[in-house]
């Protein structure tokens, strides 16, 4: 079966502090993607980051940096020098190649204060 | 890029009257179409996975009778809560989904209040 654990509920950080959100994934596929989405007060989802299973490079994007480590199951995701409107639920999310059927995490909200 | 709308996205209706909520692709053909919903402070849930021109496959515990999908053309899925009741008040998102480049469009979601 198929699981994302987002451990932290809520997180609250002082702006220009960095955050890291934690995610840990379970799957029996061998191929797979995990994602990164942004949720802010309004509802639509945006799109952060896909990660293919094969590729364990961190990826840095402008303010944004995620660490996917294969041998622990995690890919977590660090936003640095933190600001207010980086407040949002974040979820972390899995899907296998083969389909679209895709699994969340139960998401992080972040506060983020001035 | 992929564009996918959703439409209303607010409807307020009254507790035993049925709401359609429509997903479409703007730009591209989904071969497959997800709708999810999502209970305030809770994480979003796959309700069903909709495919063009077959029935939808609906996830443990959702009932097929009440949220009804049709996805009657490669653009275009509908879900209809017939006799919606409060309990029944959620965000619902759809999804739709390219094999050309793998990738998953989110929609911009349906907010449902049933009074």
């Known amino acids: 079966a198929q699981k994302v654990t987002q451990a932290q509920t809520e997180i609250s950080v002082v702006e220009k502090e960095d955050v890291t959100l934690d995610c840990v994934y379970e799957?029996?596929?061998?191929?797979?993607?995990l994602f990164w989405y942004k949720q802010p007060p309004s509802g639509e989802l945006v799109f952060l980051i896909r990660?293919?299973?094969?590729?364990?490079q961190n990826e840095i994007s402008g303010r944004y940096s995620w660490n996917f480590q294969k041998s622990t199951s995690s890919f977590n995701f660090t936003i640095t020098a933190s600001q207010v409107v980086d407040s949002a639920v974040y979820f972390c999310a899995l899907r296998n190649t083969g389909g679209f059927k895709t699994i969340f995490g139960a998401g992080t909200r972040l506060f983020v204060k001035a | 890029g992929a564009v996918v709308s959703q439409h209303p996205s607010r409807v307020i209706c009254k507790s035993g009257t049925s709401v359609k909520i429509e997903c479409r692709s703007l730009d591209f053909q989904a071969t497959t179409m997800f709708w999810y919903r999502q209970f305030p402070k809770q994480s979003l849930m796959l309700m069903a996975t909709?495919?063009?021109?077959?029935?939808?496959?609906?996830e443990q515990g959702v009932e097929k009778d009440k949220f009804l999908i049709n996805h009657a053309s490669l653009t275009l899925s509908t879900l209809t809560v017939t006799s919606a009741h409060p309990e029944d008040s959620s965000f619902y998102i759809c999804?739709?989904?390219?094999?050309?480049?793998?990738?998953?469009?989110f929609g911009p979601g349906t907010r449902l209040t049933v009074l």
């Open positions: 909709s495919n063009e021109g077959s029935k939808a496959t609906y």
């Open positions: 999804s739709a989904g390219t094999s050309s480049t793998d990738t998953q469009y």
């Open positions: 799957t029996r596929d061998t191929t797979y993607y």
């Open positions: 990660r293919n299973s094969f590729d364990e």
